[in-house]
């Protein structure tokens, strides 16, 4: 079936510092990628759809100058947490639409970023 | 507001019974409904779905029931298994939105042997 790689799974990083989270889909073109964050106790929230080869649709209150996605392949899809501040931590999760299988959608497995 | 609810936290089954995971949406316009496990520091993992033309969808120990007029699903596991503990998430979405799903908070399963 269809996997998405994420990676780091978790990192801590300083105050002021930027953090890359990369997503890949292992085998199959992701055209479509999706970034989440999740808060403890909440719900999955959508921050941002990507397209490759395209900007990023960013939702309502995310900071598109904040959190940098790229999409530069069908299978790379990156999300980079620029000057990071402790509300920064969160739980990330990337997900791939594969148009196929699942309605489409294939998960992650989440980066748990701490911002000291 | 919330488009999709799962009202209920938490919920504690034991082995061997039914357990039963509520989700309520307001959207009209959701023609498209999932559920997700999920356990700690992992990405979530879909089990089963259901299209808003049908209002049950069976796959083994799973079962999704709709109730469009009352916007309400519910997912029952039976029997249920110690190893289904976890968060369970509802999902839904509709075409015009590009098909971007909107989650519930989400409902801690804990199965007891």
């Known amino acids: 079936g269809a996997v998405v790689s994420q990676h780091p799974s978790w990192v801590i990083c300083k105050s002021g510092t930027s953090v890359k989270i990369e997503c890949r889909s292992l085998d199959f073109q992701a055209t479509t990628m999706f970034w989440y964050r999740q808060f403890p106790k909440q719900s999955l929230m959508l921050m941002a759809t990507s397209n490759e080869g395209s900007k990023a649709t960013y939702e309502q209150g995310v900071e598109k100058d904040k959190f940098l996605i790229n999409h530069a392949s069908l299978t790379l899809s990156t999300l980079t947490v620029t000057s990071a501040h402790p509300e920064d931590s969160s739980f990330y999760i990337c997900s791939a639409r594969t148009a196929t299988i699942n309605y489409g959608y294939t998960f992650g497995s989440g980066t748990r970023l701490t911002v000291v | 507001d919330q488009q999709v609810k799962q009202n209920s936290p938490s919920l504690s089954v034991q082995e061997g019974r039914i357990s039963i995971l509520n989700c309520d949406y307001t959207?009209?316009?959701?023609?498209?409904f999932l559920w997700y496990k999920k356990y700690p520091a992992e990405g979530p993992t879909f089990l089963i779905s259901i299209s808003s033309i049908k209002d049950k969808n069976e796959d083994g120990r799973f079962t999704v029931f709709l109730n469009k007029s009352a916007k309400h699903l519910s997912l029952h596991i039976v029997p249920s298994q110690p190893g289904d503990s976890a968060v369970y998430f509802c999902?839904?979405?509709?075409?015009?939105?590009?098909?971007?799903?909107?989650f519930g908070k989400g409902t801690k399963l804990s199965v007891k042997p």
């Open positions: 999902a839904a979405s509709d075409v015009g939105s590009q098909g971007n799903l909107i």
């Open positions: 959207n009209s316009m959701f023609d498209y």
